[in-house]
């Protein structure tokens, strides 16, 4: 069984920082790439940024600048470092991975975690 967790979230005023991480975690082969994700109300869930098992990244154009994702391949863990936080940044955010565990290459979600930014 594998899992993800998320931590991190909380409430911060425009123009602050937050770092969110994700941890996987039980019979993980390897991981590919690792992904944040992020919902505001009444909106569709858009791609934050992704990060590579070689490091390379991407981000959506919106946060370029202000996010940075790493990871720690040790730890199998995620990060995402947010700076500059604009009350449009307000969201859940979730982490994904594209995990092989045993024979079995899948897609596992994070239970989110709440980024909120005020004005």
């Known amino acids: 069984q594998v899992q993800l967790v998320e931590s991190g979230g909380g409430l911060v005023q425009a123009g602050g920082s937050l770092r969110l991480s994700c941890a996987a975690s039980?019979?993980?082969?390897?991981?590919?790439?690792m992904s944040w994700y992020r919902q505001a109300p009444g909106t569709q869930r858009e791609l934050v940024a992704r990060?590579?098992?070689?490091?390379?990244?991407n981000y959506a154009d919106s946060v370029k600048g202000r996010f940075t994702i790493s990871r720690d391949n040790a730890k199998n863990t995620v990060y995402l470092q947010m700076s500059s936080l604009e009350p449009e940044d307000t969201a859940a955010y979730y982490c994904?991975?594209?995990?092989?565990?045993?024979?079995?290459?899948?897609?596992?979600w994070g239970q989110g975690t709440q980024v909120t930014v005020s004005s």
């Open positions: 994904n991975a594209n995990i092989r565990s045993f024979l079995t290459t899948k897609i596992y």
């Open positions: 039980g019979s993980i082969s390897s991981i590919n790439f």
């Open positions: 990060i590579t098992n070689g490091d390379s990244t």
